[in-house]
């Protein structure tokens, strides 16, 4: 296993802060590239009561993204949307490594649970 240089530990943060996170657990439903982007990937998630699109910088990182559907992982859902590359964005996936340039992996809950189901 590859070592990293450990980045310091972000300033404290009070638990109320952290509860305004809204972090969920989403299932991938489809993967296709942004149209002129060499880096944004659009994926359709599945949260249990609604869907939403959210973009991900990872087209250069996976040589198939398309493997990626039908997995369940964590994803911000209270984000304002953000228009990128002429495509709204409406979360923000949480992977693992990106900050700290590595290549990213997803965070994975440890057994299927229902879509939407809350982290913390």
Known sequence: MATIK???VKPTISI?????IDIRVGTIKLIAAVKGSNKLLKMTVDFGDHSR??????KKEREDPKQLEGMQTL???NLEPRQIAGE???GMLLDIGYADGIKP????????????TRAG
């Open 6 to 8: 450990v980045a310091p």
């Open 105 to 116: 992996v997803l965070a994975l809950p440890e057994q299927e649970v229902p879509n939407g």
């Open 16 to 20: 109320d802060v952290l509860e305004k």
């Open 88 to 90: 709204v964005s409406e």
């Open 75 to 77: 994803f911000v859902i």
């Open 53 to 58: 699109t959210i973009l991900v910088g990872m």
